[in-house]
């Protein structure tokens, strides 16, 4: 039974995750580095903007950072309440993931890895897909603190196996940039008025979530709007190449794909949106997606 629940990192996805919370929970802690964020859902959304060590006490720890690198730390500096489930929503390394859940094991806690899918958009109406690794026990504990924020909410194996699924997800929507940036290019560059293409090409064979949504609402219109930064696609791209590595496997689109978004990510400012990614290509071809 979950008396408490707490959301650490109030970014662009857990500020809005966590503000579901307390239609479900009493007592819901908030807390981010920047604590004016914590201080402002409070009074957004009646959560209680309290310190760390008081938000590693509730029974369901939820966190939503960059990177596993900034959790790891994170963990490492707090004492957290024994019996409490940890449910890490951050895009994370799968083994990380293993390294997190053995380490909080030894402290009767357990740990999942449980990244979301779906955007600003899907955190904000509640709609993320949740692919969880770890223990089943722990996962049907966790659930109805997951429902808050979660439709799709799937157990998908042990510790890792969540981030894994991430990654691969976020890699599979990296290879469709890259490949609609180069599809809609050459159709520009004989002559095909574009948003005729993408209506065909959308009652058709080769549409995807990047033809349906990215390539119309964030490229075509030149609006390229911040709610995922491109550095963090790099990332998730680069785990994505790592679990290939790892396994010893032959992958050269994959690999491909990494090299185009990192060094789109290197040639771009922090905060560009992952769209951007299409920019290299147009500073190649001379030719603009518009
Ligand atoms: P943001 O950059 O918007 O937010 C990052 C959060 O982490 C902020 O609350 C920030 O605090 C906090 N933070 C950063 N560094 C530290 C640190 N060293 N110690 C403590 N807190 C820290 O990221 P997003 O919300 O966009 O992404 C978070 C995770 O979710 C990433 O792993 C991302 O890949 C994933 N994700 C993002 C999606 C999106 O559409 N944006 C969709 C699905 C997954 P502060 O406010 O103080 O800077």
């Not at 998908?156 to 929507?173: I, Q, T, Y």
């Not at 599809?183 to 549409?207: E, P, Q, R, W, Y």
């Not at 290509?281 to 997606?289: A, G, M, N, Q, R």
Request: aromatic fraction near 6%; proline fraction near 3%.
């Amino acid at each position: 039974m979950i008396q408490s629940v707490a959301f650490i990192g109030l970014g662009a996805m857990g500020y809005r995750m966590a503000a579901h919370l307390p239609q479900h929970f009493d007592t819901v802690y908030v807390w981010n580095r920047n604590f004016e964020k914590a201080q402002q859902h409070a009074t957004e959304y009646g959560t209680q903007a309290v310190d760390l060590p008081q938000a590693v006490q509730a029974d369901v720890i939820f966190s939503c950072l960059p990177t596993s690198k900034e959790v790891e730390q994170l963990i490492a500096s707090v004492s957290i309440k024994s019996g409490a489930i940890w449910v890490d929503c951050t895009s994370g390394v799968p083994e990380s993931a293993k390294f997190l859940s053995e380490q909080l094991k030894l402290q009767q806690v357990d740990f999942l890895d449980a990244p979301v899918s779906g955007q600003t958009i899907g955190a904000e109406t509640a709609t993320l897909t949740v692919m969880v690794g770890g223990e089943t026990t722990a996962f049907e504990n966790a659930l109805p603190a997951i429902q808050a924020f979660g439709k799709l909410i799937k157990h998908v194996g042990g510790a890792g196996a969540g981030f894994s699924v991430k990654a691969v997800n976020n890699m599979l929507l990296a290879v469709n940039l890259c490949s609609v940036a180069e599809g809609f290019t050459a159709l520009k560059a004989h002559g095909v008025d574009l948003h005729a293409a993408l209506d065909c090409i959308n009652a058709s064979s080769g549409k995807s979530g990047v033809t349906e949504t990215v390539l119309p609402q964030r490229i075509l219109n030149r609006s390229f709007p911040l709610t995922f930064a491109l550095p963090l696609l790099a990332k998730d791209t680069g785990i994505a190449l790592d679990l290939i590595r790892e396994a010893k496997l032959s992958a050269p689109v994959i690999a491909l794909t990494q090299s185009l978004i990192q060094a789109s990510s290197d040639l771009s400012n922090q905060d560009s949106d992952f769209s951007s990614a299409v920019k290299i290509y147009e500073s190649w071809s001379k030719i603009t997606l518009e």
